[in-house]
């Protein structure tokens, strides 16, 4: 297997075949370090931490991470918390960065001698739509290539396997949206023991935590706005108008370690197979982080290509690489719809007019007073399982 991109998706991609004895090599664009330092995601879906267990990176997340039985929503000053656990029957979710997971597999990885090439350059795929696909790069002055069975596209929104698909055999659904998150990484002690997702007057805010003394905020931003117009202290005093007096009395201004701003967007491509090249994680779909869903539905991605590509080389039966794309898409097009919904809820859209702000406060007020509302938020939080509906569908169709 040859494996474009070093990123969660395709670094548990290698861990999982190369525990089943299959081959796999990583290309990666970025140096390691570079990898090892980009701070993204922290809500993991019990399905996600079941598979980095399979996978043998368990044991620090066991250790370090956070079990989430439910979160708050702060709505014009007023908070109402969504019982996770009490809502869907037992579910919680893990808090544990992603920068985590790649250190934990990059090091399961190294220890196993498995390889990955670091600042390939002008990776390029070639051949998929035949039997003998085969990747080429350049590093140190150098074309290399590498003949293989398979491709893993794991190379995120602005990789290179997504393009090399001709225009005719691809579809692509868009949504931009008109502002991004700036986030801010700052070694201060969480404002509350859960995430507080925030719909305020100023605009949505979230308070998220890597650990009891590292935490993590969003602010909605114009698309406008450059990093640089943000100082600490700007970033600080904007969040602490747009929490409540509970959440200002808590929260504790540190140097942030980090800070950048990231798009917003809705996207999905089918199918997710062409011939002998797969997109997996964000190379196929990306969802506004709302929902907290882009890193699972990769790690959801690698556990159906991981265990079809098992199933091919063990059993030489063709059905799970085959049904990969008409699975994925299903769970992928229920999480977009769960990510683009959550993000109409919380934020501010101040092209929708005076009616758009009524309407988004009545569904609220509608939601956050209903069981059906919040356990709908809830259940979909948690994580819908990759067979949600299906008993329904087969007794529709007998
Ligand atoms: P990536 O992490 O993008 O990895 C792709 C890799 O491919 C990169 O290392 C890249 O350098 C490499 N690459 C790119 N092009 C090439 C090339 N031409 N050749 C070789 N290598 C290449 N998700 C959640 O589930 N929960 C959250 O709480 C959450 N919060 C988020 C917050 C923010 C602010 C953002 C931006 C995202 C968040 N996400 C969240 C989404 C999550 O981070 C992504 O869905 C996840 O990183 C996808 O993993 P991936 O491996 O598919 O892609
Ligand atoms: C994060 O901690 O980075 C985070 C948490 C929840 C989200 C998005 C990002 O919905």
């Known amino acids: ?180 998150w700036l986030g801010l990484l700052a070694d201060t002690p969480p404002v509350s023991d859960e995430l507080i997702y925030v719909n305020s007057e100023r605009g949505f805010a979230l308070c998220s935590m890597r650990s009891r003394t590292r935490s993590r905020f969003y602010l909605q931003v114009p698309l406008t706005e450059e990093v640089s117009h943000w100082s600490d202290a700007r970033f600080w005093e904007e969040l602490r108008q747009r929490l409540d007096e509970a959440g200002r009395e808590r929260l504790v201004a540190a140097p942030s370690v980090e800070k950048s701003i990231a798009p917003l967007r809705s996207f999905v491509v089918e199918p997710l197979r062409f011939g002998r090249l797969f997109l997996v994680g964000d190379a196929g779909h990306t969802v506004p982080p709302t929902g907290a869903k882009g890193l699972n539905l990769a790690a959801g991605d690698v556990h159906c290509l991981a265990d079809g590509l098992i199933e091919h080389y063990s059993e030489r039966s063709a059905a799970g690489i085959d049904d990969y794309s008409r699975r994925r898409l299903r769970c992928i097009w229920r999480a977009q719809r769960f990510s683009w919904w959550l993000t109409r809820l919380l934020h501010r859209f101040p092209e929708d007019g005076a009616i758009g702000e009524k309407l988004q406060q009545a569904e609220l007020d509608y939601l956050l007073h209903s069981e059906a509302g919040m356990r709908t938020i809830a259940e979909n939080y948690v994580g819908l399982p990759p067979t949600f509906g299906e008993e329904a569908n087969l007794l529709l169709r007998k």
């Open 1 to 180: 297997m040859a494996i474009v991109g070093a990123g969660p998706a395709g670094l548990l991609l290698g861990l999982l075949l190369h525990n089943a004895g299959i081959d796999a090599v990583i290309l990666e664009r970025r140096s390691r370090a570079y990898v090892l330092g980009r701070v993204r995601a922290g809500v993991l879906e019990q399905g996600t931490a079941e598979l980095l267990e399979r996978a043998g990176v368990g044991e620090r997340m066991r250790r370090d991470g956070l079990v989430h039985q439910g979160f708050e929503l702060l709505v014009r000053g007023r908070r109402h918390r969504v019982d996770l656990r009490g809502l869907t029957g037992g579910s919680t979710v893990l808090i544990y960065g992603q920068t985590q997971i790649t250190r934990d597999l990059l090091e399961a990885r190294g220890a196993a001698g498995l390889p990955t090439i670091f600042e390939a350059q002008d990776v390029a795929v070639q051949e998929f739509a035949g039997a003998h696909p085969y990747v080429s790069w350049r590093q140190d002055g150098r074309e290399h290539r590498l003949n293989c069975d398979f491709i893993a596209g794991c190379d995120g929104s602005h990789g290179v396997c997504r393009p090399s698909v001709p225009r005719e055999a691809i579809r692509e659904y868009e949504r931009l949206y008109p502002f991004g």
